[in-house]
C-alpha cells in the first residue's frame, strides 16, 4: 500500500498531465485558427500523449491500492501569440513539469518508496525525450522565423507526426 503522502504527490501529477493535455489541445486550436494545421496536428498528438501519461499513474496507483482523487482541471490561456511563441511556452511548459517529476523522484527516496522510485523512472526519461523534441523545435523555428516559406514546409512535417502506439 502506497502512502499518504506519495499518493497525494502522484494525484496532484495526474492532475497536472491532464492540464498539460489540456493545454495542448488550446495550442493545438490556436495554431489551426493561424492556418497552421500541421502544428495542431502535432500538438493534438501531444495532447493525447498527455492524457496517456496521466492513466499510466492512474493505473500504478490502483495497482497500489492508493486512491485516485481526480481534482479540478485548470482552463490553459486563450492566446498564445505567433507560432514560435507557442514552442517556447511549450518549452517552458515541459522544464516544469520536468522539474516536478523530478521532486516525485525525490520524494520517492525519502518515502523509501522503492515502487514508485522505479515507475517515475519512465517519466524522467520521458522528460529527456520531451524536452529534446520541443527544443528541437524552438531551434527550428527561430531559425526559420515565422514568415516565409520554411514554416510552411515544417508545418506539413510537423503533420505527419503519428501517435505512439506502446
Ligand atoms: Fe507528460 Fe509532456 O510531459
Redo the contacts with the bound molecule.
Keep these: 500500500m502506497i502512502s499518504r503522502t506519495m499518493q497525494d504527490a502522484l494525484n496532484l501529477q495526474i492532475n497536472m498531465?491532464q492540464y498539460?493535455a489540456q493545454l495542448y489541445l488550446a495550442m493545438g486550436a490556436h495554431c489551426d485558427a493561424l492556418g497552421f494545421k500541421g502544428f495542431a496536428h502535432w500538438l493534438r498528438i501531444?495532447a493525447g500523449?498527455?492524457t496517456a501519461?496521466a492513466l499510466k499513474l492512474m493505473d500504478f496507483l490502483l495497482d497500489r491500492r492508493g486512491k485516485v482523487e481526480l481534482g479540478k482541471i485548470a482552463a490553459p490561456p486563450q492566446s498564445f501569440g505567433g507560432v514560435i511563441q507557442v514552442f517556447e511556452q511549450t518549452l517552458l511548459h515541459?522544464e516544469g513539469?520536468t522539474h516536478k517529476i523530478n521532486s516525485l523522484f525525490a520524494l520517492s527516496r525519502t518515502e523509501l518508496d522503492y515502487a514508485s522510485e522505479i515507475a517515475l523512472q519512465w517519466y524522467v526519461t520521458?522528460?529527456v525525450e520531451?524536452e529534446a523534441n520541443v527544443g528541437q523545435i524552438v531551434d527550428q523555428l527561430r531559425a526559420i522565423g515565422d514568415q516565409g516559406g520554411g514554416i510552411w514546409y515544417l508545418d506539413s512535417r510537423m503533420g505527419k507526426r503519428t501517435a505512439r502506439t506502446a
Design positions: 498531465e498539460s501531444q500523449e498527455e501519461h515541459e513539469i520521458e522528460q520531451e
